[in-house]
């Protein structure tokens, strides 16, 4: 009797630790389709041919619709999970600390910065010619206010001692270092991330060290 009891309680644990291994499998796959799903929806947004609908991200992700659905339910849940995923990446630059160092070694580590932002939310800020849904457009808007004010901030915290409290010097430092400006020499101009920073640093040097009337 002892031999039997042993005997099925070493088959009950194989069993438990083969469902177990199953139940993690199944996470695994869960987490890599959902991973991919948010793949879609930010490759969608650069392409006017896809829908932003379930249906429309299943075909780009390569899944089925009810993965989709089971995962995010609805068009909201996309964008929202995309817009969730890309404040997960731009806060660990957004906090990183004060801009210190002399005058071209901020510059640089400035523009680093906030052109990592910019290739991040690239996604979703080309999108907004699409005519996204009121809520989708609120949200956005909002996100995009509160991104600006906290770049304006670092601006002013990085080139304080060039600025010198000249607001239309800041203005138009912020209007070159922004994202359309980002935007303009990534796509119109088709120059690579570091070419396009290398010409917004030589462009705010030589805006800093002009002279002022």
Do not use: C
């Amino acid at each position: 009797p002892l031999a039997r009891l042993a005997s099925r309680r070493i088959e009950e644990s194989m069993a438990y630790g083969r469902s177990q291994v199953a139940s993690d499998g199944r996470r695994e796959r869960a987490a890599r389709n959902r991973e991919r799903i948010i793949d879609a929806v930010a490759e969608a947004l650069g392409d006017p041919e896809v829908p932003l609908t379930p249906a429309g991200i299943a075909t780009r992700a390569g899944l089925s619709i009810s993965t989709i659905i089971r995962h995010f339910r609805n068009r909201a849940g996309l964008m929202a999970a995309l817009r969730d995923r890309i404040g997960d990446q731009v806060r660990p630059i957004l906090t990183a600390g004060p801009i210190l160092g002399p005058f071209e070694d901020r510059v640089g580590e400035l523009i680093r910065r906030r052109t990592a932002i910019f290739e991040l939310v690239a996604p979703a800020y080309r999108a907004a010619p699409r005519a996204p849904r009121a809520e989708d457009g609120t949200v956005a808007k909002e996100n995009r206010r509160q991104l600006e004010q906290v770049l304006s901030a670092q601006l002013r915290q990085a080139l304080e001692p060039e600025l010198a409290g000249d607001a239309e010097l800041e203005a138009l430092l912020h209007a070159l270092l922004s994202f359309p400006s980002w935007d303009q020499l990534r796509t119109a101009q088709r120059l690579d991330a570091q070419d396009a920073r290398t010409l917004l640093e030589r462009g705010t040097i030589a805006l800093l060290a002009a002279p002022r009337p």
